[in-house]
């Protein structure tokens, strides 16, 4: 920002003069390539590794609900209130099994 971005507005319009970055911050968006949506379940490959990763920005929102099904695949090996089944990491390897959300803010 303040070697390469704000100089060219400045030059393209001296108002920016006054803009100053205050704070700043980053991070590491994590999510999976193939359709940007959180990864839940069981691995198909190794039964006693239970995955729960990938929701980028969605994490904090999510992870009351997710929590609770990890809980569950763990207790009763199922999911039972809240059926994250599509989540699974076997939809990469479905037809039609990727989830693409059409409005993501």
Known sequence: ???VI???LYER???FG???VLNQWAGWYEYNVEDQNGIVGFHPDCSNL???NGFSGHGL???PAVGRAVSELVEDGKFRTID???FKFERFEEEGGL???EGIV
């Open 1 to 3: 920002w303040e070697e």
């Open 6 to 8: 704000w100089p060219k």
């Open 13 to 15: 319009c001296e108002a």
């Open 18 to 20: 006054g803009a100053k």
């Open 50 to 52: 239970i995955l729960a």
């Open 61 to 63: 929102q999510q992870s």
């Open 84 to 86: 994250l089944d599509r």
């Open 99 to 101: 989830i693409f959300e």
